[in-house]
């Protein structure tokens, strides 16, 4: 897959493609039906087949004294649509330049872009003021344009990157997973962590060093996987502040069940699933340690239900 940044006012020369527009944030349920059938229709026509996202992302512009978190940070959203299979991604440099243009400076853009089909959801707006609509570009002679209804949640609500936000911050990961249709992941390095794991508790725990701008799951206790290569190992993992010990900063740890390597600074992916229960403050080692030794039982109930190939992203 070629990744290929673009500024409006400079388009390089493209192949004719056909493309699917948006921010995909999430890759969720919604945006993989938009994907596949750009794909679909793709390999139908004979062309290539492309993403055109925006970056940054059109709120840091507006309000560039908010950082924001995401469900699929860039970098991952790029490998997910690589694995998918997708020809090119478009990154356009999203400027207030760019946001002023008008609905047909928009098209403009698309039309020197050579994209031959405009895969889009039928909510999608674009544009200054976000004028512009599925109507719009429709009216355009110069675009063919396919527009899909929104993937339902409920009769009444759409799914939508922010409805899983706000699930996966409130701790209700099993909601989350069903609307992306895959396991919500953290990717990272194994760095050092207190050293208690091991030696203290007897149940060594690795610590994610996450990488930047992840939405994290609320704090607690969950069951789930650890990716390390292409093996997925059966994990139950904790975020949170170790309150036994009274730790100042939030760690993201994990112990793999059945499991004994050296973890020390690979790149491995953490899969969330169930949430067990909160964390919590114990009177003594043992009590922490008893509570562990029921998490793993838990853990491996859970997990012999859940059919993983199900819920990989693909
Ligand atoms: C599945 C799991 C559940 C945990 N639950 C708690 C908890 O409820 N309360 C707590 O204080 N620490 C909890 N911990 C964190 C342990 O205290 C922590 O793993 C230990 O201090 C080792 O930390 P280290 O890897 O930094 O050495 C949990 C860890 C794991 C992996
Ligand atoms: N089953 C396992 N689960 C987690 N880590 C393991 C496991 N087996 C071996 N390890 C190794 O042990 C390390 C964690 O040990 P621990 O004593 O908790 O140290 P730390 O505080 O540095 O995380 C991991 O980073 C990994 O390299």
């Not at 945006?31 to 840091?60: M, R």
């Not at 499991?259 to 699933?273: D, H, S």
Request: charged fraction near 25%; hydrophobic fraction near 40%.
């Amino acid at each position: 897959m070629e990744i290929v940044e673009i500024e409006h006012t400079a388009i390089p020369s493209l192949p004719e493609t056909v493309c699917c527009v948006g921010y995909f944030d999430g890759l969720h349920k919604g945006h993989q039906l938009l994907l596949n059938k750009t794909l679909d229709l793709a390999k139908q026509e004979h062309l290539a087949s492309g993403v055109i996202l925006f970056d940054p992302d059109p709120w840091t512009i507006f309000h560039p004294e908010q950082t924001l978190d995401y469900l699929t940070p860039l970098p991952k959203r790029l490998s997910m649509l690589a694995k998918k299979g997708f020809d090119f991604v478009y990154i356009l440099r999203f400027t207030k330049s760019f946001a002023a243009l008008h609905e047909q400076a928009f098209h403009d853009v698309l039309v020197a872009m050579h994209v031959q089909t405009l895969v889009c959801g039928t909510d999608f707006h674009y544009a200054a003021k976000n004028k512009g609509n599925v109507d719009s570009l429709k009216s355009d002679p110069r675009l063919r344009v396919v527009a899909l209804d929104p993937f339902m949640e409920t009769q009444q609500q759409k799914i939508s990157s922010s409805t899983i936000e706000r699930y996966v911050k409130e701790g209700k990961i099993e909601l989350a997973d069903e609307l992306l249709g895959y396991m919500y992941s953290l990717d990272g390095i194994i760095g050092k962590g207190f050293q208690r794991g091991g030696k203290l508790l007897g149940i060594p725990t690795a610590n994610l060093e996450c990488d930047p701008d992840y939405v994290l799951p609320a704090t607690g206790v969950y069951a789930g996987f650890v990716q390390v290569g292409r093996r997925l190992v059966p994990a139950m993992i904790n975020i949170g502040y170790n309150p036994t010990f009274g730790n100042e900063k939030k760690t993201i740890e994990a112990h793999l069940l059945d499991f004994n390597e050296n973890l020390y600074g690979r790149r491995v992916r953490f899969l969330f699933a169930v949430r067990l229960r909160p964390e919590q403050k114990f009177a003594s080692i043992e009590a922490l340690k008893a509570q562990l030794h029921r998490d793993i039982v838990s853990t491996r109930d859970i997990l012999a239900k859940k059919s993983v190939k199900d819920w990989c992203f693909d």
